[in-house]
């Protein structure tokens, strides 16, 4: 399915017990359709929020090796994610951008002519109102500060 196809659609959610093993992935879908299972996991999380105030383990009456997830897929045959999947495909586009921000970075370094350049910190004296502080202040001043 495209892209654009399960743009228009609406993701469905439901909570169960799963061994989630069974629904990690070794891919990554679109960040759109990312964002979108996001938001679905984020409003069950609102809706069926756990009690706080009876001391109620709703968690004994599963079965053993699974756990309570919640469950996000696209209807049509799509693979069916879990929060905790979601959550890592998110951390995913995170890196990715940390990672395109850092090349850019390199990329303007590398192309910069260093040479050329010519800066004057002292030129910022007057913003900082430090044009009338001497190097040798510091040193005899510095030891005062905390007193």
């Not at 590398?110 to 190097?135: C, G, H, K, Q």
Request: charged share 30%; aromatic share 14%.
């Amino acid at each position: 399915m495209a892209d654009d196809y399960l743009s228009a659609r609406i993701a469905h959610s439901r909570r169960d017990y799963v061994c989630s093993e069974d629904y990690d992935y070794n891919f990554v879908i679109p960040k759109n359709l990312v964002i979108k299972l996001n938001a679905v996991v984020e409003a069950e999380k609102k809706k069926r929020q756990k009690p706080r105030y009876f001391e109620v383990d709703v968690e004994q009456d599963h079965p053993e090796g699974t756990s309570e997830e919640i469950i996000v897929y696209f209807p049509g045959g799509t693979p069916q994610l879990t929060s905790g999947a979601v959550f890592r495909m998110i951390e995913f586009y995170n890196i990715v951008g940390k990672l395109n921000a850092w090349k850019a970075d390199v990329q303007w370094l590398t192309s910069t002519n260093w040479r050329d350049i010519s800066a004057y910190p002292e030129l910022f004296d007057v913003e900082t109102d430090s044009d009338d502080l001497s190097f040798g202040y510091f040193g005899v001043e510095a030891p005062n500060i905390g007193k």
